[in-house]
């Protein structure tokens, strides 16, 4: 569906950050769309995501509008000692348009202030990934020119982000519970499916050797532990013919 209206835009962007429950999920794509979604919303030249965990940027993205990705994620990385991402971060609070050039003056955040200056940055401003008490890292929107701070125009704008950056941390955070979700339903089909055929393998041996389903498990474990193999790939060996009788029975 193709949205005209700024609103029918905002919609579908909200809609597409929470959509993470999908097993082809890449972090770096989502991230990439969610700052291109905020250069078309808002009046921005670029944008950037940093995911942050025990305090160390795991995830980078920028937007790709205008070909400015490498310009965004750079000015990310010039945030290593300091910036808008890391303070927003670390307060868990928007932080509000901040004009470059007077930021820059006043030594505030030198490093990425002189890297803005360099990409022609006017004014930038930041706001939290976050899902209730839980931070996941913050969103950065750069901005060609300086937001009139009179008017309620600018407040807009940071809702806006705002809520972007809410609908992202909903989509990272339900994504994490899918895949740990996902994981632990394979380690629990794995298991079943070993015990499976662990048990087709001693009914195997049992009927073979006209012995018990015990005496049978014993000769599998033994057999196991003298050749230091898992129980499963032995049972494996079995079922599929690939073990010798003498191996599994040595002379006693």
């Given at each position: 569906?193709?949205?005209?209206?700024?609103?029918?835009?905002?919609?579908?962007?909200?809609?597409?950050?929470?959509?993470?429950?999908?097993?082809?999920?890449?972090?770096?794509?989502?991230?990439?769309?969610?700052?291109?979604?905020?250069?078309?919303?808002?009046?921005?030249?670029?944008?950037?995501?940093?995911?942050i965990?025990?305090?160390?940027?795991?995830?980078?993205g920028?937007?790709?509008?205008?070909?400015?990705?490498?310009?965004?994620?750079?000015?990310?990385?010039?945030?290593?000692?300091?910036?808008?991402?890391?303070?927003s971060?670390?307060?868990?609070r928007?932080?509000?348009p901040?004009?470059?050039?007077?930021?820059?003056?006043?030594?505030?955040?030198?490093?990425f202030?002189g890297?803005?200056?360099?990409?022609g940055?006017?004014?930038?401003?930041?706001?939290?990934v976050?899902?209730?008490?839980?931070?996941?890292?913050?969103?950065?929107?750069?901005?060609?020119?300086?937001?009139?701070?009179?008017?309620?125009?600018?407040?807009?704008?940071?809702?806006?982000?705002?809520?972007?950056?809410?609908?992202?941390?909903?989509?990272?955070?339900?994504?994490r519970?899918?895949?740990?979700?996902?994981?632990?339903?394979?380690?629990?089909?794995?298991?079943?499916?070993?015990?499976?055929?662990?048990?087709?393998?001693?009914?195997?041996?049992?009927?073979?050797?006209?012995?018990?389903?015990?005496?049978?498990?014993?000769?599998?474990?033994?057999?196991?532990?003298?050749?230091?193999?898992?129980?499963?790939?032995?049972?494996?060996?079995?079922?599929?013919?690939?073990?010798?009788d003498t191996?599994?029975?040595?002379?006693?």
């Amino acid at each position: 569906m193709h949205h005209t209206t700024r609103e029918g835009r905002f919609a579908a962007a909200l809609v597409e950050a929470a959509d993470t429950l999908t097993e082809t999920f890449d972090t770096g794509d989502y991230l990439r769309r969610l700052a291109d979604h905020c250069v078309e919303l808002l009046s921005a030249w670029a944008a950037g995501i940093v995911l942050i965990d025990d305090g160390e940027a795991v995830a980078l993205g920028g937007s790709t509008c205008g070909g400015r990705e490498e310009v965004a994620l750079d000015l990310l990385a010039a945030q290593r000692n300091g910036g808008p991402c890391l303070e927003s971060y670390g307060s868990g609070r928007p932080v509000p348009p901040v004009a470059i050039s007077v930021a820059h003056a006043a030594a505030r955040w030198p490093e990425f202030t002189g890297q803005a200056l360099r990409h022609g940055v006017v004014a930038t401003f930041a706001v939290p990934v976050r899902r209730r008490d839980a931070l996941l890292g913050a969103l950065n929107v750069f901005t060609p020119a300086l937001p009139n701070c009179a008017s309620d125009n600018w407040r807009s704008e940071l809702q806006v982000a705002q809520a972007l950056a809410d609908a992202a941390a909903l989509g990272l955070q339900n994504h994490r519970a899918y895949a740990r979700s996902c994981s632990l339903a394979g380690q629990l089909q794995e298991a079943l499916s070993s015990r499976v055929r662990i048990e087709q393998a001693k009914g195997i041996l049992a009927e073979r050797w006209h012995v018990g389903t015990d005496e049978a498990f014993i000769a599998l474990r033994g057999h196991a532990r003298r050749r230091r193999t898992p129980l499963d790939r032995v049972a494996r060996a079995v079922i599929e013919g690939a073990v010798d009788d003498t191996d599994l029975r040595p002379s006693p």
